[in-house]
Nanobody, 126 residues
Framework: VQLQASGGGLVQAGESLRLSCAAS????????MAWFRQAPGKDREFVAA????????LYLDSVKGRFTISRDSSKNMVYLQMNNLRFEDTAVYYC????????????????????WGKGTQVTVSS
């Protein structure tokens, strides 16, 4: 499985961005897809996940109501729509996938990921 994230950029606080993740090797419907992020000097943290073949989603508390993860199986793509961005959302965002679903946000650690893509930088100016 290969994952390629794109769509990052520099925006002002309150603006929106949509990140895209192109998958190859397996269908995104057969994988549990996720987004992580890593800010400078901090550990990589879980942001959002969407369950394979289902619409169930999980979100980090601080992004609930602002971020939306979605999947387009026909294009084999996963998206992260980020609205009302904040300075603290500044980070490198990574697309990730796992073969088996994890039921809680706290269980989605970096070590639990089976496949990683390269990151895309999101910078939010205050």
């Amino acid at each position: 499985v290969q994952l390629q994230a794109s769509g990052g950029g520099l925006v002002q606080a309150g603006e929106s961005l949509r990140l895209s993740c192109a998958a190859s090797g397996r269908s995104v419907s057969a994988l549990n897809m996720a987004w992580f992020r890593q800010a400078p000097g901090k550990d990589r943290e879980f942001v959002a996940a969407i369950r394979q073949s289902m619409s169930r989603t999980l979100y980090l508390d601080s992004v609930k109501g602002r971020f939306t993860i979605s999947r387009d199986s026909s294009k084999n793509m996963v998206y992260l729509q980020m609205n009302n961005l904040r300075f603290e959302d500044t980070a490198v965002y990574y697309c990730a996938a796992r073969n088996n679903w994890l039921v809680g946000v706290s269980t989605w650690s970096s070590s639990a990921v089976d496949y990683w893509g390269k990151g895309t930088q999101v910078t939010v100016s205050s």
